[in-house]
């Protein structure tokens, strides 16, 4: 039995977003949080609490893409193709966020509050159209032969706006939890606030969407609604809840730090779930699997050698860099 070159790379690509969604997601969720915060020192610590580790983050999304462009050039073509605009955008607030990210400590105080400014743009519009991309997935994409065959603004809907805003609370969410972990009182108690109101307002945001994606796509109800796969897939609803649960009480115990955003990270992976059940094994749904939309095995494998190399550094730099900077940001401490 041969080795199952597209799979392994889809993994590998799954793999590589999930670490972008999970550990880009509190640092843009710091910006979109910073509407919340006046107090310039309290800025200082939350932007401080990732300084160090924000633009290794973005790696993933870097492999990521590179990873789709090469083992799954079709994907890549349609998808471009069909998100010019929302890609587009989400790379400029990517851009502006880090530019407002080192520009805001070099600034003097009268333009300091025009870069916090930037900052919270980026983050927001980088987030947003993330979310638009994910809805954009789910919907679908009409492909003939092996060329996208929709309209430039096809994904302009009321599912992907509102998979925009539900993505930006999101990672509001997971930004606040990571500050609970990274920051101490007065900071950390208006976190543990806000991060017990995203929880509600994120849990409507589910449920909506959790509704609205089977109702609007008959493929995706019979693959969660169908038996036996609604006795495999009940354990995802139910986990949700529970997590949720706990999550509430860890924000309310003083004496939980950095367990509310492992609970965090653990309703995201468990969103990432949902969606990987609702489209696989399509890569370009409805139609067409990760196998189809494969490139060649030779260049497959031979990419494969390049990625076996470089994803162990990344996490080793990853995990040493994050071990380096572990503990408590003090105001005064960090990034100048």
């Not at 590998?12 to 006046?38: E, K, Q, W």
């Not at 160090?52 to 590179?66: C, F, K, Q, S, Y």
């Not at 950390?188 to 991060?195: E, I, L």
Request: proline share 7%; glycine share 8%; with cysteine.
């Amino acid at each position: 039995m041969g080795i199952d070159l597209p799979l392994i790379w889809f993994v590998i690509i799954v793999f590589a977003t999930l670490m972008y969604i999970v550990m880009d997601g509190f640092d843009l969720g710091i910006g979109i949080l910073f509407p919340l915060i006046r107090n310039t020192h309290d800025r200082d610590v939350m932007v401080n609490s990732v300084a160090p580790v924000w633009d290794g983050n973005e790696t993933w999304l870097v492999l990521g893409g590179a990873g789709l462009f090469g083992a799954f050039p079709l994907a890549y073509a349609v998808i471009v193709d069909a998100l010019t605009l929302p890609l587009t955008l989400m790379l400029l607030g990517l851009i502006f966020r880090g530019v407002a990210f080192e520009f805001r400590f070099k600034a003097t105080p009268a333009h300091r509050p025009f870069w916090d400014k930037a900052f919270m743009a980026g983050s927001v519009l980088a987030t947003f159209t993330q979310g638009v991309v994910v809805g954009a997935v789910l919907n679908g994409f009409p492909v003939n032969g092996r060329r996208f065959s929709g309209g430039a603004l096809d994904w302009l809907t009321p599912f992907t706006l509102f998979c925009g805003v539900g993505l930006v609370i999101a990672y509001a969410l997971l930004g606040a939890s990571w500050l609970v972990m990274k920051s101490d009182a007065p900071l950390q108690d208006k976190m543990r606030a806000a991060a017990k109101k995203l929880l509600l307002v994120l849990l409507v945001v589910i449920a909506i969407i959790s509704l609205w994606t089977p109702l609007a796509h008959p493929a995706i109800a019979s693959r969660w609604f169908s038996l036996p796969n609604l006795f495999f897939f009940a354990p995802v609803p139910l986990l949700v809840i529970a997590f949720s649960v706990w999550l509430w009480r860890s924000l309310n115990n003083p004496q939980h730090h950095a367990l509310p955003f492992v609970q965090t990270l653990g309703l995201i992976f468990l969103g990432f779930s949902g969606l990987g059940i609702s489209i696989w094994p399509h890569i370009i749904p409805p139609d067409i699997t990760f196998w189809q939309a494969a490139a060649p095995p030779q260049s497959q494998g031979f990419m494969l050698v390049g990625a076996l190399l470089i994803i162990p550094i990344i996490l080793v730099y990853t995990a040493w860099s994050y071990y380096v900077f572990r503990g408590k940001v003090q105001p005064g401490e960090g990034y100048h």
